[in-house]
């Protein structure tokens, strides 16, 4: 086997060279969106790309978030595989249509005559002082909808890799970036890699108990992992990384081991992605959990901007703790 | 930048085997949704469908101006658009009627026909759907060179939708080769397009900067023109346009529309059907030129009939699918 | 107390006697939508009112569901109380960003100080041969969504009464009617009542195996419930009526004396309604089941047009009394 | 339908008072941001803030035509218009920083202000996301016969979203008291807004029937005498109209933006502030009119930093809600 080399880079780094290196690959993959080419997006995740690619393949839109995505299902129904690139995760409620209606049942409803080989990025997250409209993170809604695929990375390494397949694959997908992550830092080797989907990656392996973190949770999920080290609980973290497909397997499987069980996300916490896996787990391990799934998302509120308050909303290492040290306890 | 086409010139370099072509398109179109309506009477048909009789011209008058790898994209109101484009009866009837043989396997239906090999992207339930799908054919067309043209047809509701000005103010400024042809039959469902319509609606695209022209929807040689040099237009790389046909559905507004008075006199209708049909007039003009005879129209006639009912007939006889196939083509 | 009087009559009228009192009883409330006035809706459900109303309290849209459902908002901020109607649920997808980044937010992000009290009326449900685009019940991303109130009225009594408690609340409710029950008879008292939002309705009682079935499905339910009645099951059938507020104590009480449950929902099972309920009471009645929770939701499939693919999609009778069946003699 | 204002008329009946209090105003909103920058650089500030320096005569202009219980609905670049439209700076500041005393409790910030008591439904955060909502106030104001009106405002890049043309459409149709007034300050972020925007601004309100006038937003008493015109008209059951100023914002994006000469040059920065200033021409002007002299205006300018210094440590001073406040107010 040839050495690996690996680079430590960030999470944007990671996502813009995913999609460099899969412009170089084919020439029919291409960037549409606000402010992505000069400006390289507001989080400058495209920084350069426009300069390697030029106009015509990293596209500047005007604000119609709509227009463009109808665009990208157009162009990636006859031959193109277009990227669109939603600034905050928050405007995806101006897609919904052309994602859900159009590009999630093209090929269905077509019996597979058409194919809508598209990406959607977006980000999600709070913590960034943004206010209600600029915090969200409405995965679940995307995860809801058959036709559709949606990917969650949450180091850098993931990013990268699935991103690539992303990209690859014949079906829209939307891929949602923790704002507050792109600058988190982690390995990437350089050789080429891609990460298929609905395998679940254990980020920590652990005896005592089983938390199912995604994206942004991760970290926060690896903390209280650290701290439950500290009280002697061994914690394993899982990170799903696509919500659909779901690796259900892994999930079930590692809840049978340890018996406990915790979902995070920072999606809302009702009709969310965490009441999904946690039924599945509820469901899958029955016979072996000691306590009932604990799930763990934002809390039932539009995202306030005063900062003690939006602390308040988000899940956070102590939470993820607390909750683990109690089911701990219990049993 | 608004122009209204003159509408009675027009013979445009059509030869008489094109020419008759078009109006076996017509017909066919009226025939195949006579049997349309035949069949949900006769309680075959499952769900609803929206009949195209009436507006034959502007499907044919436009895609006889396209080659066959031309893009559109349809609506709800579908069938003409299908057909003109070039699918094949038997396989519209067999999806009309959710079978096996239908082009999308009966997993579409009237709505959501489609057919890549007639460059069909697809009819939209949804009104206005199809709008940012046709620019990005066009955008697929312009970047990768392929001189395609994509035509997105859509009805006079769907300018209600705010999707259209993003992508015409998108296609303008990227140039791409779209058409947008609006048909004003002038009714959204049950309500008359003035009571949801406001300004006028030709200045809607020219302040965007595209091209906006009215033809008359009922004179398929004045919509074959004007398409005509619209699409060159397009395809030589001058960018979108936009096309107002004037029509009118004779029908309801699904096979289920029966009593129409609250919403529509009859007097209306019968005036559009007795003094502005399209394939009358058609007839008449090509008679007038001595480029068609009443026999020929008969033979036509006939033939297009056999062929329809053998079509029915296809379509009634096909299978459905298996319950197996519901789960196939989720993921492609 | 004085005598009741009750008339059948349909879902339907239920909700179109709901709506003329209430418009009746207080000037603030009006109707915009697509052919509401003189059309009554495609449904007819509104037939009538423009008469008695007159054409500014019963209005005629354009198709621009964003457009006036914004209107709407503004309208219901400054002194008016308006019911929107959106035809097909499906078209939902459009007024996403209206719904949620404003309706829902309106009154938390300014601290309290405006307030959203509209309604709007969307249509759920499959089974009527109208394809991918017309047929989804997408009321688990409301659901999802701090700030809204999701409604599901399973008989012309809730329908009526539930109508008239979401016309007079102060936030925005979403009240989804199955198309496919509009002329689905049922008991409705003359005299004026209203039904409280977060109550569960016990449909009919039992003790071997609790069924919480949604809209359309409680009469699914509840026809499993003859069906496993026939084999000596006694099922338990309770409706939650509001998805949010929802009435999680009733769906845990009957869940512990059951010991089984049941989640049947006609929305895609995959992060749908189904989901939360099922963790909610797999949480709750914990220590109580029997079973795990099993889901019935709509398969994961955009909804097919031809009769027997879509037939095979939506939960059926048969699907839920084979599952009732298979968890009672399992234990 | 499309007219140009001239600009050197107005006078427009204003008194001397009034003149001076907008004069005021406009150095009020200039201050104020001046100190969310310094809030912001020394760290004080959470999240961002969206600077409306250089463009205060629209938000003046505009607002001092307005009743105080007439509608605004504002933008992410809001506090210009909440200031005018008559919110105070102590509230403004306690809200900006996440106070409890703000205007929403903490719970909005910067891109929500809103504010009952001056007619203000809210800044908003989504791109032409209030669009719908300043029309729906202006439905109640001609239902209720309340003859109150409804301005809405927002950035030339929202006119990418198609809500702008639905409500457009409706506005007409319905003949709602709302103005649109577009603020044309060149840039979508970081993209200048002719390679987002096709065709002719004005021509896109006239095609849906809408009377669309453009004027120099650095002209304050050209904004009042045109605003007045237009919102008399819609107050008197005129319908809608759409003002298009024509700005500049002489800062960043946001106040993080700094660095900007990748998309628009510093001379062009320069030439705004140096030439068209709006704050110097409306004080020359008065001076050149003699209706005031330079020592007013040195008072004034004194005044109002030490109300906005006394608003900022009100704002600083302020205490954080409480976390048990984070539940109250999801629902009503
Ligand atoms: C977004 C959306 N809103 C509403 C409908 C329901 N609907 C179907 S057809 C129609 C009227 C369409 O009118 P028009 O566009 O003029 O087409 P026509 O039926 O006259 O051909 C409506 C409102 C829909 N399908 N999609
Ligand atoms: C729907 C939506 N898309 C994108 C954004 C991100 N964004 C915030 S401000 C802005 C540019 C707005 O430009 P303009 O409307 O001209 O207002 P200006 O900032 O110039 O005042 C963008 C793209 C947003 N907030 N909402
Ligand atoms: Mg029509
Ligand atoms: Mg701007």
């Known amino acids: 086997?040839?050495?690996?080399?690996?680079?430590?880079?960030?999470?944007?780094?990671?996502?813009?060279?995913?999609?460099?290196?899969?412009?170089?690959?084919?020439?029919?993959?291409?960037?549409?969106?606000?402010?992505?080419?000069?400006?390289?997006?507001?989080?400058?995740?495209?920084?350069?790309?426009?300069?390697?690619?030029?106009?015509?393949?990293?596209?500047?839109?005007?604000?119609?978030?709509?227009?463009?995505?109808?665009?990208?299902?157009?162009?990636?129904?006859?031959?193109?595989?277009?990227?669109?690139?939603?600034?905050?995760?928050?405007?995806?409620?101006?897609?919904?249509?052309?994602?859900?209606?159009?590009?999630?049942?093209?090929?269905?409803?077509?019996?597979?005559?058409?194919?809508?080989?598209?990406?959607?990025?977006?980000?999600?997250?709070?913590?960034?002082?943004?206010?209600?409209?600029?915090?969200?993170?409405?995965?679940?809604?995307?995860?809801?909808?058959?036709?559709?695929?949606?990917?969650?990375?949450?180091?850098?390494?993931?990013?990268?890799?699935?991103?690539?397949?992303?990209?690859?694959?014949?079906?829209?997908?939307?891929?949602?970036?923790?704002?507050?992550?792109?600058?988190?830092?982690?390995?990437?080797?350089?050789?080429?890699?891609?990460?298929?989907?609905?395998?679940?990656?254990?980020?920590?392996?652990?005896?005592?108990?089983?938390?199912?973190?995604?994206?942004?949770?991760?970290?926060?999920?690896?903390?209280?992992?650290?701290?439950?080290?500290?009280?002697?609980?061994?914690?394993?973290?899982?990170?799903?990384?696509?919500?659909?497909?779901?690796?259900?397997?892994?999930?079930?499987?590692?809840?049978?081991?340890?018996?406990?069980?915790?979902?995070?996300?920072?999606?809302?916490?009702?009709?969310?992605?965490?009441?999904?896996?946690?039924?599945?787990?509820?469901?899958?391990?029955?016979?072996?959990?000691?306590?009932?799934?604990?799930?763990?998302?934002?809390?039932?509120?539009p995202i306030p901007f005063s900062s003690p308050l939006e602390d308040a909303t988000i899940p956070s290492e102590h939470t993820v703790f607390e909750a683990a040290r109690a089911m701990c306890k219990r049993s | 930048?608004?122009?209204?086409?003159?509408?009675?010139?027009?013979?445009?370099?059509?030869?008489?085997?094109?020419?008759?072509?078009?109006?076996?398109?017509?017909?066919?179109?009226?025939?195949?949704?006579?049997?349309?309506?035949?069949?949900?009477?006769?309680?075959?048909?499952?769900?609803?469908?929206?009949?195209?009789?009436?507006?034959?011209?502007?499907?044919?008058?436009?895609?006889?101006?396209l080659h066959r790898d031309d893009y559109i994209t349809s609506t709800h109101r579908g069938h003409g658009h299908c057909l003109a484009k070039g699918a094949a009866p038997d396989r519209m009837f067999a999806e009309l009627l959710g079978k096996e043989a239908g082009y999308c396997r009966g997993k579409g239906g009237s709505m959501h026909i489609a057919d890549p090999t007639s460059g069909n992207l697809g009819a939209n339930a949804i009104v206005g759907g199809s709008m940012g799908i046709a620019a990005g054919a066009a955008f697929s067309a312009k970047n990768l060179g392929t001189k395609r043209v994509a035509v997105c047809f859509f009805g006079e509701g769907a300018l209600g939708q705010g999707l259209l000005y993003e992508v015409m103010n998108l296609a303008r400024l990227w140039d791409l080769p779209v058409i947008y042809v609006c048909e004003n039959n002038l009714y959204n469902e049950y309500t008359h397009f003035s009571e949801t319509t406001a300004g006028d609606i030709l200045a809607r695209p020219a302040a965007f900067g595209i091209p906006a022209e009215s033809v008359d929807g009922q004179d398929v040689r004045a919509v074959y023109a004007t398409a005509r040099r619209l699409v060159d237009a397009a395809r030589s790389g001058k960018g979108p346009a936009f096309l107002l046909c004037n029509t009118y559905r004779y029908r309801g507004h699904h096979v289920g529309d029966v009593n129409r008075e609250y919403y529509r006199p009859k007097q209306e209708e019968q005036r559009w059907m007795t003094e502005r049909d399209p394939i009358k007039l058609f007839g008449d003009w090509l008679i007038g030129q001595n480029l068609a005879n009443k026999a020929q129209f008969d033979e036509i006639l006939l033939q297009v009939k056999s062929e329809i009912e053998a079509a029915v007939e296809f379509g009634i006889k096909a299978a459905y699918p298996g319950t197996d196939q519901v789960e196939e083509n989720i993921y492609a």
């Open chain 1, 1 to 301: 086997m040839p050495e690996v080399t690996v680079r430590e880079m960030t999470l944007g780094e990671a996502v813009r060279e995913a999609l460099a290196e899969e412009m170089r690959r084919d020439p029919r993959v291409c960037i549409l969106g606000e402010d992505v080419a000069e400006a390289g997006t507001p989080f400058k995740v495209l920084s350069g790309l426009v300069q390697e690619f030029g106009k015509t393949r990293v596209i500047d839109t005007p604000i119609s978030e709509a227009g463009f995505t109808g665009i990208a299902v157009g162009a990636a129904m006859t031959g193109l595989r277009p990227v669109v690139d939603i600034m905050f995760g928050d405007f995806i409620t101006l897609t919904m249509d052309q994602m859900v209606n159009q590009a999630a049942k093209v090929h269905y409803m077509s019996g597979g005559a058409w194919k809508v080989p598209m990406v959607m990025r977006a980000t999600l997250g709070a913590g960034r002082r943004s206010g209600a409209q600029h915090s969200q993170s409405l995965h679940a809604w995307f995860s809801h909808i058959p036709g559709l695929k949606v990917v969650l990375p949450s180091t850098p390494y993931d990013a990268k890799g699935l991103m690539k397949t992303a990209i690859r694959d014949d079906n829209p997908v939307i891929f949602f970036e923790d704002k507050m992550m792109f600058t988190f830092k982690g390995p990437v080797p350089t050789e080429e890699y891609t990460i298929p989907f609905g395998v679940a990656d254990i980020k920590r392996e652990g005896d005592d108990i089983t938390i199912v973190a995604t994206s942004s949770m991760v970290q926060v999920a690896l903390g209280a992992a650290s701290l439950l080290e500290g009280i002697g609980i061994s914690a394993e973290v899982i990170d799903p990384r696509t919500t659909w497909p779901l690796d259900e397997k892994t999930l079930i499987e590692s809840a049978k081991k340890t018996s406990r069980a915790i979902v995070v996300d920072e999606g809302y916490e009702r009709y969310g992605v965490t009441a999904e896996i946690a039924s599945v787990i509820a469901t899958g391990a029955f016979y072996d959990l000691d306590a009932p799934v604990k799930r763990i998302g934002a809390m039932h509120v």
């Open chain 2, 1 to 65: 930048m608004t122009t209204v086409t003159n509408q009675s010139k027009a013979h445009s370099g059509l030869g008489t085997e094109q020419l008759l072509s078009m109006y076996r398109q017509m017909v066919t179109i009226r025939l195949f949704e006579e049997q349309v309506n035949e069949l949900y009477t006769r309680a075959l048909m499952p769900g609803l469908a929206h009949l195209y009789i009436g507006e034959e011209a502007v499907a044919v008058g436009i895609c006889a101006a």
